[in-house]
Nanobody
């Protein structure tokens, strides 16, 4: 599986961005796909996940502001980010595990990673 993330940029606090993650290889409809982020000097952290059936889960601090979706025809996952805050500033990564594991929020359980896209939120 190869992943290509895009859509990052500079936005003011309160603004919106939509990130995309295009997948090649694998059976897209079967893929569990996650979003992670890493701020400077911090560890990579879970943002959200979408399973093959379309159900999702999110980090508490982004619930109600971020939404993950997927387009099966385009083999692309999206992260719609609204009401952005300066603390959302980070490099955002999409990731896929080789197989489903109990802990969907640990980056250690993901095997394929996109190259990351930088999101900067100014105050």
């Amino acid at each position: 599986v190869q992943l290509q993330a895009s859509g990052g940029g500079l936005v003011q606090a309160g603004g919106s961005l939509r990130l995309s993650c295009a997948a090649s290889g694998g059976i897209f409809s079967n893929l569990q796909m996650g979003w992670f982020r890493q701020a400077p000097g911090k560890e990579r952290e879970f943002v959200g996940v979408i399973w093959s059936g379309g159900s999702t889960a999110y980090k508490d601090s982004v619930k109600g502001r971020f939404t993950i979706s997927r387009d099966y025809d385009k083999r692309t996952m999206y992260l719609q980010m609204n009401s952005l805050k300066p603390e959302d500033t980070a490099v955002y990564y999409c990731a896929v595990p080789k197989y489903r594991r109990p802990s969907y929020s640990s980056p250690l359980n993901y095997d394929y990673w996109g190259q990351g896209t930088l999101v900067t939120v100014s105050s």
